[in-house]
């Protein structure tokens, strides 16, 4: 009998990680408008990845990365905009951190550890 409650704990705390994580992909969609929002992702982030499970890691790494990558391009960029070059990288560092919270979101819908959260690229 302890240990049906023990599984059915388990199973709630993984769709808790869902839940979790899933916010923190909104809240990084939403930083692109309201920057300081994406800023409370990254937070919320840190905190939780430490009592994840290791499929859930996964996706707390890959969140991680890709907002400090996504700021080292908006910083890049944005000393970079008084000549044209730097429009180009501003746009590309959206486009490019749009494509990776839709990949990561994907993964996340199917239930599995994110497949590479360690790369730069998608």
């Known amino acids: 009998m302890t240990d049906a409650n023990s599984v059915s704990i388990e199973t709630n705390n993984d769709e808790g990680f ?5 916010l923190i992909y909104i809240l990084y969609l939403v930083g692109i408008i ?3 929002v994406g800023l409370v992702g990254v937070i919320f982030a840190y905190v939780k990845k430490g009592d ?6 996964t996706h707390y790494q890959f969140l991680i990365r890709t907002f400090w990558i ?3 391009f908006l910083v890049i960029g944005s000393i970079t905009s008084m000549i044209i070059i730097g429009w180009f990288i501003l746009i590309a560092a959206l486009v490019w951190f749009i494509i990776r919270m839709v990949k990561g979101l994907s993964s996340l819908s199917t239930g599995t550890s994110h497949p590479s959260p ?3 690229m998608f």
Request: proline letters at 10%.
């Open 34 to 36: 309201m920057p300081l």
């Open 52 to 57: 994840a499970p290791e499929w859930a890691k």
């Open 18 to 22: 869902t839940g979790n994580i899933r």
């Open 118 to 120: 360690t790369s730069w």
């Open 70 to 72: 996504y700021m080292l």
